[in-house]
């Protein structure tokens, strides 16, 4: 009688061990599907948060600029000069930007001439650009005109 009890119980153990198997396979496979999804959602997250900064970005220096625009700028030849030294610009190179000549603004820094109402606009929204948007800038102007 031990002998057919322990065989049953043998074989009641085999053959849960197979169900379980089998079980556990497919919760592999969904577990590993699963894996993936996730690792993908992840990287579509960084990607959105990346183009959201890039957004933000964008917006807050419209924002500035659109406030740049509706300052009323004042001009001053010392504070020309010391802002073309600044960014480290020739007189020609600072016209470009202005969208006017090198002499032109020579001219200006020596007191010789002075700029129209539109120019010192310009010049008051060049001033408030950071000098890797100004210097970016310059590079898109000489390869357009270059």
Known sequence: ?????????????????KEVRAEIESLKKTQSQH????????????T????????????????????ALDRKYRFSATRLAAHRAKLGLSAADYGTLAGVSGSTIYLWEQE???????????LGMLKSRSRKSALAQLETAKGITG
Not at 35 to 46: D, F
Not at 112 to 122: C, L
């Open 35 to 46: 894996r993936g999804l996730i690792a993908e959602l992840r990287r579509e997250i960084a």
């Open 48 to 67: 959105l948060q990346k183009q959201l900064r890039q957004v933000s970005r964008e917006r807050v220096a419209a924002v500035n600029e659109t406030k």
């Open 112 to 122: 010789k001439s002075r700029p129209k109402a539109e120019q010192v606009q310009q």
């Open 1 to 17: 009688m031990a002998n057919i009890a322990s065989l049953l119980k043998t074989e009641i153990a085999r053959i849960a061990r």
